[in-house]
């Protein structure tokens, strides 16, 4: 059976809301929040720009959170299948779309297609090294200087 490009179009949206889903609960277990699950949704902390916010979703951002301590990270989830055996490519086109204001983090899921069935590679975070900078080894300064000074 081939498939028309619809069919494909489809399943590729499908996929990539797993993932979108995949990396929201991740982060809910991680941050200790509460996701978004059809039934909670003036609790919950994390969710899906498409179900809560059209204006982030707009800006091209995946996952909305409620709390003020992540309103700077803008996070763009993407699935790419490779074709080549040799290279394996992550485009980040996706995170030059994103408002620039704030700290842009692309994570892709990347797989290939060896026989019918699609295989994982791996799971990737990707983002600028300014970004990068401003988020994580300035919190590690920060957190470091901390340690230090409390001896």
Request: a positive charge; glycine letters at 6%.
């Amino acid at each position: 059976m081939t498939r028309n490009r619809s069919q494909i179009g489809k399943k590729n949206r499908k996929d990539g809301r797993n993932f979108e889903g995949w990396l929201i609960k991740r982060l809910a277990a991680f941050f200790n929040l509460e996701h978004f699950n059809n039934k909670n949704f003036f609790t919950s902390n994390i969710g899906s720009t498409g179900v809560f916010s059209k204006i982030l979703d707009g800006q091209k951002q995946d996952i909305w959170f409620k709390d003020d301590v992540f309103k700077d990270l803008a996070f763009q989830c993407k699935k790419t299948l490779t074709h080549g055996k040799d290279k394996k490519n992550i485009d980040i086109q996706p995170l030059l779309d994103m408002n620039q204001d704030k700290i842009r983090i692309l994570v892709t899921k990347v797989t290939m297609r060896p026989n019918k069935n699609e295989k994982e590679i791996g799971k990737f975070v990707t983002m600028s090294y300014e970004d990068f900078e401003k988020y994580f080894l300035n919190l590690w300064k920060e957190s470091n200087f901390t340690e230090s000074t409390k001896e």
